[in-house]
């Protein structure tokens, strides 16, 4: 196996631009590097006038199975309307592969970033966030794993227990809380109806154009409840993340039901992205851009941050759910 199988080491500039005119697409500019650390990921312009994004996914993360689900259910938003950035189909593919690397290649939608606090913005993305729910409900996906407790909490215990090099005398402390914030998570009500999602709506992944919202970076495409698309949306006090919450759901219900009910799990999905993040960093801390990036990862004023965070954490979990009903 070579080393391109597990990692980034091998992709150099000319391996990336090689890669990119294999498919008949010339760069003019250099190679500007987006913000990912999952991926890699470059905006250019070419010698066809157009500006381009193209995507080298991380080897070993998803199989080409899942990729390509992830390209098609772009698509099938696409061809319904949904502003999203879906992959450029060449002699009627969209995924390709150059020296052990995975890659494909987008038109780059630019736009500035989405203003959250905008709340005419904010309807309008619950708008865009309705259709997309309407569309994502007509299929199931069948290679790309769910977002749940066991995915994205007790896998992530796993892997902190094992390979996270924890001060000796945080350990007890941070794994004692993690599993009380556990123990309150698996008592949501899961149940409820799950669907294809976005799976990582935060407001980064939001861009504005002259036209309203788009859409970007489907790659933790997954199956799960509908308020994840929503909650990461929602910040600053009660009061406010309440009002957040109503103008979103004006947008978003003119186009697609939402359970109110699944407003219970919006603390639960929280816990889970501090849990599943803490153990992203740690898998991934063999790649060079991680310490790089990362370098406060691993101290113990990290550690003792998150123990308070956990802490945090559970106290929000045993508080009421959101709701929209006056006096909560």
């Known amino acids: ?73 772009s698509h099938e938003l696409a061809d319904a309307e949904v502003p999203v950035a879906a992959p450029l189909r060449i002699d009627g593919e969209t995924l390709f592969e150059h020296q052990g690397y995975r890659f494909a290649l987008w038109d780059s939608i630019g736009g500035r970033e989405f203003e959250v606090d905008n709340l005419e913005q904010l309807e309008q993305v619950g708008q865009f966030l309705g259709r997309l729910h309407q569309v994502a409900r007509g299929g199931q996906f069948a290679h790309r794993a769910p977002l749940n407790i066991d995915t994205h909490g007790h896998q992530p215990r796993q892997v902190l227990e094992q390979q996270a090099q924890l001060p000796g005398h945080i350990e007890t402390a941070f794994f004692t809380v993690l599993d009380q914030v556990l123990a309150q998570v698996a008592q949501a009500p899961w149940d409820q109806a799950q669907q294809r ?8 992944n939001i861009l504005w154009t002259p036209d309203g919202p788009g859409f970007v970076d489907l790659d933790d495409a997954r199956t799960g409840p509908a308020v994840q698309d929503l909650w990461m949306m929602l910040s600053g006090e009660r ?18 039901d939402f359970n109110h009910s699944e407003l219970q799990l919006v603390e639960p999905l929280r816990a889970l992205r501090m849990i599943h993040y803490l153990s992203w960093l740690t898998l991934r801390w ?43």
Request: glycine share 8%; aromatic share 14%.
């Open 1 to 73: 196996m070579t080393q391109a199988q597990f990692d980034f080491h091998s992709l150099g500039p000319d391996c990336i631009l090689n890669a990119v005119e294999s498919m008949g697409i010339y760069p003019e500019t250099g190679l500007l590097p987006l913000n990912s650390y999952e991926n890699r990921v470059y905006q250019f312009r070419a010698e066809d006038g157009r500006r381009y994004v193209v995507k080298f996914y991380r080897p070993q993360r998803w199989t080409q199975a899942a990729i390509l689900e992830e390209h098609a259910f």
């Open 197 to 204: 999602l976005h799976g990582d709506m935060h407001p980064g």
């Open 239 to 256: 009061s406010q993340r309440v009002m957040q919450l109503d103008i979103l759901l004006e947008g978003y219900e003119t186009f697609c």
């Open 286 to 328: 063999s790649d060079p851009a991680f310490p790089r990036n990362f370098p406060w990862f691993g101290t113990g004023r990290f550690w003792e941050e998150q123990v308070l965070a956990l802490k945090e954490q559970l106290a929000a979990l045993q508080e009421p759910a959101l709701s929209l009903t006056p006096g909560y």
